[in-house]
T-cell receptor, first 113, second 112 residues
Framework: KAGVTQTPRYLIKTRGQQVTLSCSPI?????VSWYQQTPGQGLQFLFE???????NKGNFPGRFSGRQFSNSRSEMNVSTLELGDSALYLC????????????FGQGTRLTVV | GENVEQHPSTLSVQEGDSAVIKCTYS??????FPWYKQELGKGPQLIID?????GEKKDQRIAVTLNKTAKHFSLHITETQPEDSAVYFC???????????FGKGTRLSVIA
């Protein structure tokens, strides 16, 4: 079956702009988690959605937000982009909750200039 | 909250040798410990996981061991091959309640 699909793969944005990233989980998976990956900080948890409800939230500013639709697809939004937001944003889907047997997509590489 | 330490940060081995990567965790409530392999330009791939009711789990050339008392777990790769070269991440969580907390990663290089 198809894996986790993230779009777009690459993005270049200017400081102050906003961006929306999309994640389609594995069919049947109801949990979607988002992570930010940077060389300095590694993989850091942003938020998790399960059945359209945010279950957990990481320690990121309010500029980072997300949502999940009834078909389990998820989007994350970053407003007022800063240079430090440049990172690989990864989405992971699970059948159940909170990262158990989580499968990652290939990520969206965001560059803020 | 949970904190996961991973060592070493880089590891070079000769093809055919074994590789061991170690992680320690801080929260004794954590009960799920997956390992991920990330190749260049790709997302992390789940390669093996273990739950706290098991001390060891094997899958062909890879194995994971868990010591709950000491709060550490390890990844063992035997008969390494060049295609094992990648960055490996350990993680911990209390399944059903908390998100995965990752170690900083180990860059494994297998030299042919």
């Amino acid at each position: 079956k198809a894996g986790v699909t993230q779009t777009p793969r690459y993005l270049i944005k200017t400081r102050g702009q906003q961006v929306t990233l999309s994640c389609s989980p594995i069919s049947g998976h109801r949990s979607v988690s988002w992570y930010q990956q940077t060389p300095g900080q590694g993989l850091q948890f942003l938020f998790e959605y399960f059945s359209e409800t945010q279950r957990n939230k990481g320690n990121f500013p309010g500029r980072f937000s997300g949502r999940q639709f009834s078909n389990s697809r998820s989007e994350m939004n970053v407003s007022t982009l800063e240079l430090g937001d440049s990172a690989l944003y990864l989405c992971a889907s699970s059948l159940g909750v909170s990262g158990y047997e989580a499968f990652f997509g290939q990520g969206t590489r965001l560059t803020v200039v | 909250g949970e904190n996961v330490e991973q060592h070493p940060s880089t590891l070079s081995v000769q093809e055919g040798d074994s590789a061991v990567i170690k992680c320690t965790y801080s929260d004794s409530a954590s009960n799920y410990f997956p390992w991920y392999k990330q190749e260049l330009g790709k997302g992390p791939q789940l390669i093996i996981d273990i739950r706290s009711n098991v001390g060891e789990k094997k899958d062909q050339r890879i194995a994971v061991t868990l010591n709950k008392t000491a709060k550490h777990f390890s990844l063992h790769i035997t008969e390494t091959q060049p295609e094992d070269s990648a960055v490996y991440f350990c993680a911990a969580s209390y399944s059903g309640n908390t998100p995965l907390v990752f170690g900083k990663g180990t860059r494994l290089s297998v030299i042919a």
